[in-house]
Protein backbone atom coordinates (compact mmCIF):
# COMPACT_ATOMS: atom_id res chain seq x y z
CA UNK A 1 0.00 0.00 0.00
CA UNK A 2 1.47 3.73 -0.81
CA UNK A 3 0.68 6.92 1.00
CA UNK A 4 -2.04 7.82 -0.96
CA UNK A 5 -4.07 9.84 2.03
CA UNK A 6 -7.47 9.10 0.01
CA UNK A 7 -6.71 5.66 0.78
CA UNK A 8 -9.10 3.73 3.89
CA UNK A 9 -6.72 1.20 5.31
CA UNK A 10 -7.95 -0.55 8.36
CA UNK A 11 -4.58 -0.31 11.04
CA UNK A 12 -4.47 -1.68 14.31
CA UNK A 13 -1.87 -0.42 16.81
CA UNK A 14 -0.67 -3.22 19.12
CA UNK A 15 0.77 -1.21 22.65
CA UNK A 16 -0.46 -3.45 25.45
CA UNK A 17 1.38 -2.45 28.44
CA UNK A 18 2.06 0.65 30.72
CA UNK A 19 0.56 4.19 30.59
CA UNK A 20 3.74 5.72 30.41
CA UNK A 21 4.31 3.76 27.19
CA UNK A 22 0.64 4.48 26.01
CA UNK A 23 1.02 8.15 26.10
CA UNK A 24 4.27 7.82 24.12
CA UNK A 25 2.70 5.30 21.60
CA UNK A 26 -0.02 8.44 20.61
CA UNK A 27 2.12 10.71 17.94
CA UNK A 28 1.86 7.37 16.16
CA UNK A 29 -1.50 7.19 16.13
CA UNK A 30 -1.73 11.01 15.34
CA UNK A 31 0.51 10.10 12.25
CA UNK A 32 -1.82 8.09 11.01
CA UNK A 33 -5.14 9.87 11.48
CA UNK A 34 -3.20 13.05 10.22
CA UNK A 35 -2.21 11.22 6.93
CA UNK A 36 -5.23 8.76 6.40
CA UNK A 37 -7.87 10.83 7.63
CA UNK A 38 -10.03 7.93 6.53
CA UNK A 39 -8.99 5.00 7.83
CA UNK A 40 -10.07 3.02 10.47
CA UNK A 41 -7.58 2.84 13.59
CA UNK A 42 -7.93 0.53 15.73
CA UNK A 43 -6.01 -0.05 19.00
CA UNK A 44 -5.50 -3.09 21.40
CA UNK A 45 -4.10 -1.70 24.97
CA UNK A 46 -4.80 -3.08 28.38
CA UNK A 47 -6.87 -1.52 30.61
CA UNK A 48 -4.56 1.05 32.86
CA UNK A 49 -4.26 3.13 29.92
CA UNK A 50 -7.66 2.61 28.43
CA UNK A 51 -8.86 4.67 30.88
CA UNK A 52 -6.78 7.78 29.60
CA UNK A 53 -7.12 7.01 25.78
CA UNK A 54 -10.59 6.18 25.59
CA UNK A 55 -12.20 8.78 23.49
CA UNK A 56 -8.96 10.36 21.71
CA UNK A 57 -9.91 11.90 18.71
CA UNK A 58 -7.36 9.58 16.21
CA UNK A 59 -8.91 6.14 17.19
CA UNK A 60 -11.65 4.34 16.08
CA UNK A 61 -12.17 1.14 18.36
CA UNK A 62 -9.59 0.44 21.67
CA UNK A 63 -9.56 -3.34 21.89
CA UNK A 64 -9.52 -3.36 25.94
CA UNK A 65 -7.57 -6.94 26.79
CA UNK A 66 -6.92 -7.94 30.37
CA UNK A 67 -3.67 -8.46 31.94
CA UNK A 68 -2.82 -12.30 31.37
CA UNK A 69 -5.09 -12.83 28.54
CA UNK A 70 -2.20 -15.30 26.77
CA UNK A 71 -2.42 -17.15 29.82
CA UNK A 72 -6.21 -18.06 29.17
CA UNK A 73 -7.92 -19.69 26.66
CA UNK A 74 -10.84 -17.94 27.12
CA UNK A 75 -9.76 -14.58 26.59
CA UNK A 76 -7.24 -15.36 24.31
CA UNK A 77 -10.07 -16.81 22.03
CA UNK A 78 -12.14 -13.99 22.45
CA UNK A 79 -9.48 -11.07 22.03
CA UNK A 80 -8.67 -13.33 18.73
CA UNK A 81 -12.38 -13.00 17.67
CA UNK A 82 -12.84 -9.69 18.28
CA UNK A 83 -9.80 -8.90 16.77
CA UNK A 84 -10.45 -11.06 13.52
CA UNK A 85 -13.67 -9.79 13.31
CA UNK A 86 -12.25 -6.15 12.07
CA UNK A 87 -10.64 -6.97 8.89
CA UNK A 88 -7.30 -5.26 9.47
CA UNK A 89 -4.91 -5.15 6.64
CA UNK A 90 -2.26 -3.50 8.47
CA UNK A 91 -0.99 -3.93 11.99
CA UNK A 92 1.67 -1.50 13.59
CA UNK A 93 3.40 -3.16 16.34
CA UNK A 94 5.74 0.04 18.23
CA UNK A 95 6.17 -2.33 21.31
CA UNK A 96 7.68 -5.35 19.65
CA UNK A 97 7.67 -7.90 22.46
CA UNK A 98 5.81 -11.45 22.15
CA UNK A 99 2.39 -10.04 23.50
CA UNK A 100 1.93 -7.08 21.26
CA UNK A 101 3.34 -9.04 17.93
CA UNK A 102 1.00 -12.20 18.87
CA UNK A 103 -1.92 -9.49 19.66
CA UNK A 104 -1.23 -8.06 15.92
CA UNK A 105 -0.79 -11.99 14.59
CA UNK A 106 -3.68 -12.85 15.97
CA UNK A 107 -5.60 -10.05 13.95
CA UNK A 108 -5.07 -11.79 10.64
CA UNK A 109 -3.81 -8.84 9.00
CA UNK A 110 -1.35 -9.67 6.14
CA UNK A 111 0.88 -6.65 6.56
CA UNK A 112 2.42 -6.59 10.07
CA UNK A 113 5.13 -3.95 10.57
CA UNK A 114 7.07 -4.14 13.66
CA UNK A 115 11.11 -3.17 15.22
CA UNK A 116 13.77 -5.38 14.52
CA UNK A 117 15.96 -6.68 16.99
CA UNK A 118 17.98 -5.64 19.33
CA UNK A 119 14.72 -3.43 20.23
CA UNK A 120 12.38 -6.39 18.90
CA UNK A 121 12.53 -9.03 21.29
CA UNK A 122 11.54 -12.17 22.28
CA UNK A 123 9.14 -13.78 19.12
CA UNK A 124 8.42 -10.14 18.04
CA UNK A 125 10.75 -10.03 15.19
CA UNK A 126 9.60 -13.70 13.64
CA UNK A 127 5.37 -13.17 14.01
CA UNK A 128 5.93 -9.52 12.15
CA UNK A 129 6.57 -9.83 8.85
CA UNK A 130 8.27 -6.56 8.10
CA UNK A 131 10.71 -5.26 10.62
CA UNK A 132 12.94 -1.99 10.57
CA UNK A 133 16.07 -0.83 12.22
CA UNK A 134 15.09 2.54 13.61
CA UNK A 135 17.34 5.76 13.07
CA UNK A 136 16.49 7.85 16.19
CA UNK A 137 16.77 6.83 19.82
CA UNK A 138 13.94 8.13 21.43
CA UNK A 139 10.80 6.08 21.95
CA UNK A 140 8.73 8.60 20.48
CA UNK A 141 10.84 9.35 17.47
CA UNK A 142 11.54 5.51 16.39
CA UNK A 143 7.96 4.49 16.27
CA UNK A 144 7.35 7.01 14.41
CA UNK A 145 9.31 5.43 11.96
CA UNK A 146 7.46 2.42 11.93
CA UNK A 147 5.30 4.73 9.24
CA UNK A 148 8.53 4.42 6.52
CA UNK A 149 7.53 1.53 5.39
CA UNK A 150 3.86 3.27 4.28
CA UNK A 151 5.84 6.37 2.70
CA UNK A 152 4.41 8.29 5.65
CA UNK A 153 6.73 11.14 6.58
CA UNK A 154 5.57 12.98 9.46
CA UNK A 155 5.90 15.94 11.11
CA UNK A 156 6.08 17.30 14.47
CA UNK A 157 4.76 15.15 17.15
CA UNK A 158 1.27 15.55 18.41
CA UNK A 159 0.02 13.98 21.68
CA UNK A 160 -3.47 15.78 21.48
CA UNK A 161 -4.94 13.97 25.16
CA UNK A 162 -8.38 16.23 25.59
CA UNK A 163 -9.05 17.35 28.85
CA UNK A 164 -12.03 15.89 29.61
CA UNK A 165 -15.10 18.93 31.28
CA UNK A 166 -15.51 16.85 34.11
CA UNK A 167 -11.99 16.34 34.93
CA UNK A 168 -11.27 19.91 34.34
CA UNK A 169 -13.82 20.87 36.94
CA UNK A 170 -12.66 18.72 39.20
CA UNK A 171 -9.43 20.10 39.51
CA UNK A 172 -10.34 23.61 39.18
CA UNK A 173 -12.70 22.53 42.47
CA UNK A 174 -9.96 21.22 43.90
CA UNK A 175 -7.20 24.75 43.21
CA UNK A 176 -10.03 27.07 43.74
CA UNK A 177 -10.28 25.24 47.62
CA UNK A 178 -6.57 25.81 48.29
CA UNK A 179 -5.92 28.86 46.61
CA UNK A 180 -3.72 28.07 44.06
CA UNK A 181 -4.87 30.02 41.16
CA UNK A 182 -1.52 31.91 40.81
CA UNK A 183 0.35 28.56 40.38
CA UNK A 184 1.59 25.47 41.41
CA UNK A 185 3.88 22.35 40.91
CA UNK A 186 3.38 18.81 41.00
CA UNK A 187 5.57 16.55 42.51
CA UNK A 188 5.24 12.58 41.61
CA UNK A 189 6.94 10.18 43.95
CA UNK A 190 5.97 6.67 42.45
CA UNK A 191 7.25 4.46 39.62
CA UNK A 192 6.44 1.71 37.65
CA UNK A 193 10.02 -0.15 38.85
CA UNK A 194 11.38 0.25 42.96
CA UNK A 195 14.75 0.61 40.95
CA UNK A 196 13.13 4.02 39.15
CA UNK A 197 12.18 5.50 43.00
CA UNK A 198 13.74 8.44 44.65
CA UNK A 199 13.44 9.17 48.27
CA UNK A 200 10.16 10.80 49.65
CA UNK A 201 12.08 13.17 52.38
CA UNK A 202 14.53 14.47 49.36
CA UNK A 203 11.09 14.86 47.39
CA UNK A 204 10.01 17.60 50.16
CA UNK A 205 12.93 19.63 50.27
CA UNK A 206 12.68 20.17 46.72
CA UNK A 207 9.11 21.02 47.63
CA UNK A 208 10.78 23.25 50.25
CA UNK A 209 13.08 24.63 48.10
CA UNK A 210 10.34 25.74 45.12
CA UNK A 211 7.91 27.40 48.25
CA UNK A 212 11.00 29.56 49.55
CA UNK A 213 12.46 30.39 46.76
CA UNK A 214 10.19 30.62 44.01
CA UNK A 215 7.00 31.06 46.09
CA UNK A 216 5.42 28.42 44.23
CA UNK A 217 3.65 25.15 46.54
CA UNK A 218 4.00 22.02 45.20
CA UNK A 219 1.32 19.61 44.90
CA UNK A 220 2.14 15.99 45.78
CA UNK A 221 0.02 13.23 43.23
CA UNK A 222 -0.06 9.72 44.47
CA UNK A 223 -1.70 6.72 43.36
CA UNK A 224 -2.91 3.34 45.77
CA UNK A 225 -1.84 3.56 49.50
CA UNK A 226 2.08 3.13 49.14
CA UNK A 227 2.39 6.48 47.20
CA UNK A 228 -0.21 7.79 49.35
CA UNK A 229 2.17 7.58 52.66
CA UNK A 230 5.19 8.54 50.50
CA UNK A 231 2.94 11.92 49.50
CA UNK A 232 2.08 12.43 53.29
CA UNK A 233 6.23 12.62 53.91
CA UNK A 234 6.55 14.97 50.94
CA UNK A 235 4.12 17.42 52.83
CA UNK A 236 5.29 16.79 56.03
CA UNK A 237 9.17 17.59 55.41
CA UNK A 238 8.37 20.50 52.94
CA UNK A 239 7.57 23.10 55.42
CA UNK A 240 4.21 23.70 54.91
CA UNK A 241 5.19 23.91 50.85
CA UNK A 242 3.70 21.23 49.89
CA UNK A 243 -0.07 19.98 49.77
CA UNK A 244 -1.26 16.32 49.43
CA UNK A 245 -3.12 16.01 46.30
CA UNK A 246 -6.46 14.32 46.17
CA UNK A 247 -7.31 10.66 44.67
CA UNK A 248 -7.12 11.01 41.03
CA UNK A 249 -8.28 9.13 37.79
CA UNK A 250 -5.96 9.62 35.06
CA UNK A 251 -8.13 11.93 33.38
CA UNK A 252 -8.22 14.34 36.68
CA UNK A 253 -4.39 14.24 36.64
CA UNK A 254 -4.38 15.18 32.94
CA UNK A 255 -6.28 17.86 34.17
CA UNK A 256 -3.82 18.92 37.05
CA UNK A 257 -0.99 18.37 34.75
CA UNK A 258 -2.97 20.95 32.19
CA UNK A 259 -1.94 23.84 34.33
CA UNK A 260 1.15 23.31 36.41
CA UNK A 261 4.49 25.44 35.78
CA UNK A 262 6.56 22.24 36.79
CA UNK A 263 6.99 18.62 37.01
CA UNK A 264 9.20 16.97 39.22
CA UNK A 265 9.18 13.07 39.31
CA UNK A 266 11.28 10.20 37.66
CA UNK A 267 10.47 8.19 34.53
CA UNK A 268 7.30 7.22 35.29
CA UNK A 269 3.39 7.38 33.25
CA UNK A 270 2.50 10.73 35.23
CA UNK A 271 5.95 12.67 34.24
CA UNK A 272 5.33 11.02 30.44
CA UNK A 273 1.46 12.83 30.99
CA UNK A 274 3.00 16.00 32.08
CA UNK A 275 5.14 16.54 29.43
CA UNK A 276 2.35 14.86 27.09
CA UNK A 277 0.32 18.00 28.42
CA UNK A 278 2.67 20.61 27.53
CA UNK A 279 4.38 21.51 31.64
CA UNK A 280 7.80 21.45 31.85
CA UNK A 281 9.63 18.85 33.52
CA UNK A 282 12.02 17.71 35.81
CA UNK A 283 12.66 14.10 35.00
CA UNK A 284 14.70 11.75 37.52
CA UNK A 285 16.86 8.80 36.23
CA UNK A 286 18.94 5.62 37.45
CA UNK A 287 18.10 2.94 35.50
CA UNK A 288 16.81 4.38 32.64
CA UNK A 289 18.65 6.53 29.88
CA UNK A 290 16.99 10.10 29.07
CA UNK A 291 17.97 10.05 25.48
CA UNK A 292 15.61 7.41 24.67
CA UNK A 293 12.51 7.42 27.88
CA UNK A 294 13.00 11.57 29.13
CA UNK A 295 10.39 13.80 28.44
CA UNK A 296 9.82 14.37 24.86
CA UNK A 297 9.87 17.84 23.51
CA UNK A 298 11.64 21.32 25.04
CA UNK A 299 12.18 23.07 28.19
CA UNK A 300 12.73 19.81 29.74
CA UNK A 301 15.48 19.09 32.35
CA UNK A 302 17.03 15.42 33.22
CA UNK A 303 18.82 14.46 36.08
CA UNK A 304 20.65 11.85 36.76
CA UNK A 305 23.58 10.63 38.44
CA UNK A 306 24.88 7.69 36.15
CA UNK A 307 23.33 4.75 34.56
CA UNK A 308 22.69 1.61 36.18
CA UNK A 309 23.03 -0.89 33.47
CA UNK A 310 21.96 -4.23 32.59
CA UNK A 311 18.86 -6.05 30.62
CA UNK A 312 15.88 -5.08 30.75
CA UNK A 313 14.89 -7.55 33.62
CA UNK A 314 17.71 -6.58 35.64
CA UNK A 315 17.29 -3.39 35.82
CA UNK A 316 13.75 -3.58 36.97
CA UNK A 317 14.88 -6.40 39.37
CA UNK A 318 17.85 -3.68 40.76
CA UNK A 319 18.05 -1.59 43.27
CA UNK A 320 17.90 1.96 43.07
CA UNK A 321 20.89 3.37 43.59
CA UNK A 322 21.36 5.27 40.53
CA UNK A 323 18.58 7.37 42.16
CA UNK A 324 20.19 7.71 45.37
CA UNK A 325 22.95 9.36 43.90
CA UNK A 326 21.05 11.88 42.95
CA UNK A 327 21.06 15.00 45.12
CA UNK A 328 18.42 17.33 46.44
CA UNK A 329 20.79 19.98 44.94
CA UNK A 330 21.12 18.57 41.40
CA UNK A 331 16.88 18.71 41.46
CA UNK A 332 16.73 21.65 42.68
CA UNK A 333 19.31 23.54 40.26
CA UNK A 334 17.31 21.72 37.45
CA UNK A 335 14.42 23.38 38.79
CA UNK A 336 15.74 26.32 38.84
CA UNK A 337 16.69 25.67 35.48
CA UNK A 338 13.43 25.25 33.55
CA UNK A 339 11.11 28.27 36.11
CA UNK A 340 14.31 31.18 35.41
CA UNK A 341 13.34 31.81 31.69
CA UNK A 342 9.51 31.66 32.27
CA UNK A 343 9.89 33.78 35.03
CA UNK A 344 12.20 36.15 32.83
CA UNK A 345 9.83 36.05 30.15
CA UNK A 346 6.74 36.68 32.79
CA UNK A 347 8.79 39.58 33.91
Not at 158 to 183: C, M, S, T
Request: hydrophobic content about 40%.
Amino acid sequence: MDADPNAAPRILISRLSAVGDGILTLPLANAVRAHFPRAFIGWVVQGGPATLLEGHPAVDQFIVVKKGWLGSPAEFAAVRRTLRSLQFDITLDPQSLSKSAIAAWLSGAPRRIGLARPIGRELAPLLNNQVLTPRTTHVVERQLELLRPLGIETGPARFDIPVRPEARRFVQRYLDDFHLKNGYAVINPGAGWDSRLWPPDRYGRVARFLGETHRLPSVVAWSGAREQEWAETIVTRSGGHALLAPATTLPQLAALMASTRIFVGSDTGPMHLAAAMGAPCVSLHGTTEPKISGPYGQGHQVVQAFYQDGSSRERRKADNRAMRAITVEMVCEACVRVLRPRQEKAA
